[in-house]
């Protein structure tokens, strides 16, 4: 996978059984299902949507489709800040589907106002690593696959089977996403965000985020200080 996929914002349709290769993008974003449904197997898990379900990605989260026999009808909204969650529903797609057409603004203010988060239940052994993963970014894959009664190799053939990734990539690829969330948030220096994250030096993060967003962490850094100051100055002239 290489490169960004760019985000169509409104709504889309996909055919019956068909699939989207692992992709990433470089913006946050909704994506609600207005009818039909998917398989998604992405950055926060594995999650089955019907209509009604909202997926959340943040930015440079990577994921692959798999659509079923009915395909999907789906809206997609960017958003201005990264989810807290993956998964989440509203009562009444239709309406904000509706709402887009005229102001997508307005959309995305109407999701927030009625999302709520869904708590993922995990099907099989590769749901239950990804989120292990997830939780643990120091997770001995070895000792998992031991502890599962799994071979090394079954494990990472399965994962990759349904995420289209390595565990150890799916890992490093979460020790990213953190240090990234702790470098946009700021008040801390890149080596204390580097220990924090679980790599083994600054370094370490560096090839790590470059290598997820095509940009060193210094460039995220100013990039947060600088949205930061100018957010003072309009407080400041309001």
């Keep these: 996978m290489r490169g960004l996929t760019s985000i169509a914002q409104g709504s889309e349709t996909w055919s019956a059984h068909c699939s989207i290769p692992r992709h990433r993008h470089g913006r946050a974003y909704a994506a609600i299902t207005l009818s039909g449904g998917y398989e998604e197997s992405g950055s926060f898990g594995r999650y089955r949507v019907r209509s009604g379900h909202v997926l959340l990605h943040r930015a440079f989260d990577a994921h ?3 659509f079923e026999s009915s395909g999907a009808r789906i ?16 009562a009444d797609p239709d309406t904000i589907a509706r709402v887009a057409a005229m102001d997508l603004s307005a959309a995305v203010e109407a ?7 869904i708590e993922p239940q995990p099907a099989d052994w ?3 690593l990804a989120y292990d993963l997830l939780d643990d970014p120091q997770l001995r894959l070895e000792a998992w696959a031991e502890r599962h009664g799994m071979a090394a190799a ?3 053939r399965g994962f990759r089977t349904i995420f289209a990734t390595s565990p150890a990539a799916f890992r490093a690829e979460s020790r990213a996403q953190s240090a990234l969330a702790l ?7 890149l080596a204390e965000i580097a220990a924090v994250a679980g790599f083994a030096d600054q370094s370490h993060m560096t090839r790590a985020v ?7 962490p210094g460039y995220w850094l100013r990039s947060n200080r600088f949205k930061t100051r100018r957010m ?5 002239e309001a």
């Design 111 to 117: 999701l927030r106002e009625t999302l709520t988060s």
């Design 75 to 90: 809206l997609n909204l960017l958003l201005n800040a990264p989810p807290a969650f993956g998964l989440g529903v509203v």
């Design 154 to 156: 079954t494990l990472s």
């Design 210 to 216: 470059r290598a997820l967003t095509g940009q060193p």
């Design 183 to 189: 470098i946009t948030a700021g008040g801390c220096s």
């Design 64 to 66: 692959v489709d798999r």
């Design 232 to 236: 003072e100055r309009l407080y400041k």
């Design 126 to 128: 590769p749901d239950l």
